[in-house]
């Protein structure tokens, strides 16, 4: 069963940056794709940004211009670099892999609590 770890939450105020990391027990051989979702207090949870093996990314529009997401395969490690943070950023942010298989099927982290104070 591969696991992912996340780190790098904490709390910080409004304008300040985070470097969230989240470490995939298994090689990225085995991962098609990682991303990033984030439920807040009484919301869905929600998709932030996406990375694929080939190094394609996506980010929701409310991440766009402040969030960078990356991968190390060699460390096999995903990033999620927040910038520029805002107090609606607040939530639980999970890890989330895609991983090949007949079907493909994803696992969770188990979070990291991301706090923006005004």
């Known amino acids: 069963q591969v696991q992912l770890v996340e780190s ?13 990391s989240c470490a995939a027990s298994s090689s990225m051989s085995s991962i098609s794709a990682m991303g990033w979702y984030r439920q807040a207090p009484g919301k869905q949870r929600e998709l ?8 394609t990314t ?19 490690t995903v990033y999620l670099q927040m910038n520029s ?9 999970y890890c989330n892999a895609q991983l ?10 188990q979070g990291t609590q991301v706090t923006v104070s005004s």
Do not use: H
């Open 58 to 76: 996506t980010y929701t529009n409310t991440a766009k211009g402040r969030f960078t997401i990356s991968k190390n395969n060699a460390m096999n």
């Open 85 to 93: 943070l805002k107090p609606e950023d607040t939530a639980v942010y």
């Open 8 to 20: 790098g939450g904490g709390l910080v105020q409004a304008g300040g940056s985070l470097r969230l």
């Open 100 to 109: 090949y298989g007949f079907p493909p099927y994803d696992i969770w982290g």
């Open 48 to 55: 932030v940004a996406t990375v694929t093996s080939g190094g």
